[in-house]
């Protein structure tokens, strides 16, 4: 019974709760209950007309009950009459949403058997393409037109988020990773450590916000900090060259910026950031002035850092998409 474990897991009597929670335990006769992601379950119900399936709509929540609805017999013996959709996610970076569209509608997406969907999501552009499960080779002449003008900013075609393709490419060449960061906090840390089996790439990585911390954990020379200062490309390849170094890998990542809101001067505003990628056979350098507030700042740095090892390991291990 739903309301019995809506209390048991919140530890009240189910008759404490509002009534809003409590509408949530009564589902239409005949449903089927998924279960509870939160307080409200999932629910399949079977009628004449259709099968109706309800989730819950925080995401998190959504995502948890949805391989139990799909399994449902119900549902199953719809999509046993269906023709499941072609889908491709093309992935941009280094190019304008504006740009990404205009080619987009010039190479004739979203229409004529194709939906199209443009997103920018911090620094990248994602391309959703669904054509109908008849029409794949829409799907394969659609990239071909975009790929031509906007080959050069493609940097994935499988959904693979660009942390998964950095240690792909290490994987391919038998290298291992490390990071140093400052303004970003571990960010980019974070998300090599959140794809699964990383830890046979990912070694570790610093988190050396103050000075004192870039000089004795990363072995930045005091006499360089007084010189560039911690936000400049200087201390960036140092912060790489150390986290090379103390942890014996063969490729670095390293950001050093001003996040913001407070801190910024007119010689380095906030939104400044340097970045450095240092491997085997060479480094990149990048900077950047980026918008928005601290979180989006430290966000885009952190994409940008993956990008820039990316661009890195395709140079030195000759690795095409």
């Not at 309800?54 to 449902?72: F, K």
């Not at 987009?104 to 194709?114: K, T, Y």
Request: hydrophobic share 45%; with cysteine.
């Amino acid at each position: 019974m739903i309301s019995r474990r809506v209390a048991e897991r919140l530890r009240r009597p189910f008759a404490d709760f509002q009534a809003g929670v409590r509408k949530q335990a009564t589902l239409p006769q005949g449903a089927l209950s998924l279960g509870l992601a939160g307080t409200a379950p999932g629910v399949v119900l079977q009628t004449d007309a259709a099968v109706a399936v309800a989730l819950p709509g925080p995401p998190r929540e959504l995502q948890r009950l949805w391989p139990a609805a799909v399994r449902t017999a119900e549902v199953q013996r719809l999509l046993a009459h269906t023709t499941p959709p072609y889908r491709r996610v093309l992935r941009f970076y280094g190019v304008s949403e504006s740009q990404v569209a205009r080619v987009l509608a010039e190479a004739g997406g979203d229409g004529a058997g194709v939906e199209a969907t443009v997103c920018a999501r911090d620094f990248e552009i994602h391309v959703d393409l669904v054509a109908d499960g008849a029409d794949r080779a829409l799907l394969d002449e659609l990239e071909r037109r975009l790929a031509g003008p906007l080959g050069g900013f493609l940097f994935s075609t499988d959904e693979r988020p660009i942390e998964e393709l950095v240690l792909s490419l290490c994987r391919e060449q038998g290298l291992t990773l490390a990071t140093a960061e400052s303004c970003t906090g571990g960010l980019v840390a974070a998300r090599l450590t959140g794809v699964p089996g990383s830890s046979d790439v990912f070694r570790g990585g610093f988190v050396a916000y103050a000075n004192e911390l870039k000089a004795r954990e990363l072995g930045v020379s005091p006499e360089l900090l007084a010189r560039h200062g911690a936000v400049s490309a200087e201390t960036a390849a140092a912060m790489a060259r150390g986290a090379r170094e103390r942890l014996g890998v063969e490729v670095a990542l390293a950001v050093t910026g001003v996040a913001g809101p407070g801190g910024g001067t007119r010689e380095k505003p906030v939104g400044l950031v340097h970045l450095h990628a240092e491997g085997p056979a060479g480094a990149s350098s990048a900077e950047f002035s980026l918008p928005g507030d601290r979180e989006t700042v430290r966000r885009r740095a952190a994409v940008g850092a993956l990008h820039l090892a990316t661009q890195l390991l395709r140079t030195d291990g000759g690795s095409a998409m």
